[in-house]
């Protein structure tokens, strides 16, 4: 594949009928995190959306090659702590109601540090991950999740089932959006899942996306954005089925799907048969209702480059938390930099001491917040806004503020002045 490509074919169902659907500009790739004496000339991708006429999927206009943004990845999932206890207690859940697939081969596709999979490890239970990114599995494997390192589809998929057997339970949890050869994947799942067995996937929702603006969700990783229409179209064309479906709040509001052969004809449940109505009354299979999207991004900002102007006209100094992918959208797409975000602190060890892709602002570990006290944070990773605010709770008894981009959104109309969101109760305080 050619380090960046046009995308003119639907990734699921191959029709040329792609229509664009929003733009953000070239911005370089949210995870590209760079070392303060690099040099700063990276290169920048364009980033835009396109719809399927045809199938209804969002997808990326233009595809990077995942070897370039997989091969030595800067997102450790055990870094926050939130996201150890989700995969937890979405383990215990699995554990519970497929206790006999759990039993068996557990393989989890996109495993990262291990993080879901670890909660596996027992007796009489066999575990294996799969990551391209060797610099994570290595670690992961080091601390007892055996790993496999490779882009999975079709071949591998192959290659495990012969060493391994085929899996009673397979998951995929924030990957489906990540890997570009869509059907060579879910044909890989169909191989490698054994009869009777179950696939669970965990996957951003669209519908997310649109009702509360999370366009800084999308990066050049995401190539897909999944409503259970499209997601049903890509599973029903390598005989798979969705019986049942949950909404999870993670990543700002994430599909879990559950997923079995179409042959061992599991009864589908009333949710997968309300969320698709609720879909298509909200027009998720709609051209119309992504163009209608398309200017909120711009809304978010104007309104956030002029309330971090008018702070730094009045000599404050602002901190970003985290230093999340999708912050690397939002910094870039909002042309926010050092002269305006003094320096941000992140929890994972790899990303200290480098500087923000595209946007260059240095990088330190949390502690440098009481060095250095600013009077805002940006929480840049604002899908963890509560558990950050309880944690740094200091920071708000010695008067300073928090601002989380996209909470000026209250049923879906942005306020027309800047607010500091302070959310207390689903109550949003205003300045
Ligand atoms: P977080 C990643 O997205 C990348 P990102 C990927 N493409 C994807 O799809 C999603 O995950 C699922 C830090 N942090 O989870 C840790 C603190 O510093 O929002 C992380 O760098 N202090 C695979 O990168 C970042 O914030 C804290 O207290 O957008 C969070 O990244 C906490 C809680 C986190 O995912």
């Not at 911005?27 to 995190?33: K, Q």
């Not at 554990?95 to 697939?101: D, H, I, L, V």
């Not at 042959?263 to 992504?290: A, W």
């Not at 809304?299 to 008018?310: H, N």
Request: charged share 20%; hydrophobic share 40%; proline share 4%.
């Amino acid at each position: 594949m050619p380090l960046v490509r046009k995308n003119k074919r639907c990734a699921l169902c191959g029709s040329r009928s792609l229509k664009e659907v929003l733009s953000l500009g070239s911005l370089a790739l949210a995870n590209n995190f760079l070392l303060k004496n690099a040099t700063r000339m990276e290169i920048k991708f364009p980033l835009s959306l396109v719809f399927c006429d045809q199938c209804s999927l969002v997808q990326l206009g233009h595809f990077v090659d995942p070897k370039i943004l997989f091969s030595n990845y800067h997102y450790f999932s055990g870094t926050s702590k939130p996201a150890e206890r989700h995969f937890k207690a979405y383990s215990a859940l699995i554990k519970r109601r497929f206790a006999q697939q759990s039993r068996g081969l557990v393989i989890d596709v996109g495993s990262n540090d291990g993080i879901f999979l670890k909660n596996f490890r027992g007796k009489a239970m066999r575990i294996l991950g799969v990551d391209p990114a060797k610099n994570v599995t290595k670690y992961a494997s080091k601390n007892g999740v055996k790993t496999i390192s490779g882009f999975f589809g079709k071949k591998l998929a192959e290659k495990i089932s012969k060493a391994h057997g085929p899996a009673s339970l397979l998951t995929a949890n924030n990957v489906l959006a990540h890997t570009p050869l869509l059907n060579d994947f879910i044909g890989g799942v169909r191989l490698l899942l054994k009869q009777g067995g179950v696939f669970v996937v965990e996957a951003q929702y669209v519908g997310d996306l649109l009702e509360k603006n999370e366009f800084d969700n999308i990066y050049h990783e995401h190539y897909f954005y999944f409503s259970l229409t499209s997601l049903m179209a890509l599973l029903a064309r390598h005989n798979l089925r969705v019986f049942d479906v949950e909404m999870v709040n993670t990543q700002g509001g994430s599909l879990r799907v559950y997923i079995g052969r179409e042959e061992d004809g599991r009864p589908v449940s009333e949710r997968v048969k309300r969320l698709l109505t609720e879909e298509m009354t909200r027009g998720l299979d709609s051209l119309k209702t992504y163009r209608s999207f398309a200017n909120q991004p711009q809304y978010l900002k104007k309104w956030l480059r002029r309330f971090i102007i008018s702070l730094k006209s009045k000599g404050s100094k602002i901190a970003g938390y985290g230093a999340p992918a999708k912050g690397n959208t939002l910094l870039q797409y909002c042309n926010l930099g050092p002269m305006e975000i003094d320096y941000i602190v992140d929890t994972t060890p790899i990303k200290q001491g480098k500087l923000t892709p595209g946007s260059h602002i240095p990088i330190f570990a949390p502690g440098h917040l009481r060095k250095n006290v600013p009077d805002y944070i940006l929480i840049l990773a604002w899908n963890y806004a509560d558990y950050i605010m309880k944690k740094e709770r200091w920071f708000s008894e010695i008067g300073g503020k928090f601002i989380i981009p996209n909470q000026n959104l209250i049923n879906g109309k942005f306020l027309p002045s800047p607010i500091l969101a302070i959310k207390k109760k689903n109550k949003i305080n205003t300045l």
